[in-house]
T-cell receptor, first 114, second 116 residues
Framework: DAGVTQSPTHLIKTRGQQVTLRCSPI?????VSWYQQVLGQGPQFIFQ???????GRGNFPDRFSARQFPNYSSELNVNALLLGDSALYLC?????????????FGPGTRLLVL | GNSVTQMEGPVTLSEEAFLTINCTYT??????LFWYVQYPGEGLQLLLK?????DKGSNKGFEATYRKETTSFHLEKGSVQVSDSAVYFC???????????????FGKGTHLIIQP
């Protein structure tokens, strides 16, 4: 079975631009979460979606937004990019999004903001 | 709020040595606890988990016990191999006030280097 897939793998943008990252969950998984991993740090939670509804949001500014589609895939949008947004963006999926379930991570999208 | 503290690395050991990576947590609810591993050039993978107090998670020779009284989830392995070299992350997932999940809270990661 295919794992979590993310696109693109790498991206270079300049300050002020907007970016859209995409994620396809494991087949049968209805929950998708997004994380930001800055070099040398652990991932930080951005959003969780379940059945197209936002279930949780981390401590990120309103420049970050996301949505989930009827096929459970998801997009993360970041507006007005800052240099500090340079990071590895990870998507994770799980069956129901409950706290005790395992989240399965994709390989990530590495974003560089110049 | 929730937080996870784990020992900073890098941790360098010889092959067949005993490994302990300490992890302590703070949570507002009743969390589930996880260890994830990131091998060089690969994505995050679940290593083991425990969902209630006194549960022991185990996988690939690694073990960790959910200790509510000490709010800890230390990772141990009796005899490490060169192939265990990776970055290890302790994480928690709390049910939150609304009963739903609020995402995983990760520690900063511990870089483990095993020398032959």
């Amino acid at each position: 079975d295919a794992g979590v897939t993310q696109s693109p793998t790498h991206l270079i943008k300049t300050r002020g631009q907007q970016v859209t990252l995409r994620c396809s969950p494991i087949s049968g998984h209805k929950s998708v979460s997004w994380y930001q991993q800055v070099l040398g740090q652990g991932p930080q939670f951005i959003f969780q979606y379940y059945e197209k509804e936002e279930r949780g949001r981390g401590n990120f500014p309103d420049r970050f937004s996301a949505r989930q589609f009827p096929n459970y895939s998801s997009e993360l949008n970041v507006n007005a990019l800052l240099l500090g947004d340079s990071a590895l963006y990870l998507c994770a999926s799980s069956t129901g999004g409950t706290a005790w379930e395992t989240q399965y991570f994709g390989p990530g999208t590495r974003l560089l903001v110049l | 709020g929730n937080s996870v503290t784990q020992m900073e690395g890098p941790v360098t050991l010889s092959e067949e040595a005993f490994l302990t990576i300490n992890c302590t947590y703070t949570a507002t609810g009743y969390p589930s606890l996880f260890w994830y591993v990131q091998y060089p050039g690969e994505g995050l993978q679940l290593l083991l988990k425990a969902t209630k107090a006194d549960d022991k998670g185990s996988n690939k020779g690694f073990e960790a016990t959910y200790r509510k009284e000490t709010t800890s989830f230390h990772l141990e392995k009796g005899s490490v191999q060169v192939s265990d070299s990776a970055v290890y992350f302790c994480a928690l997932s709390d049910r939150g006030s609304g009963g739903g999940a609020d995402g995983l809270t990760f520690g900063k990661g511990t870089h483990l280097i095993i020398q032959p």
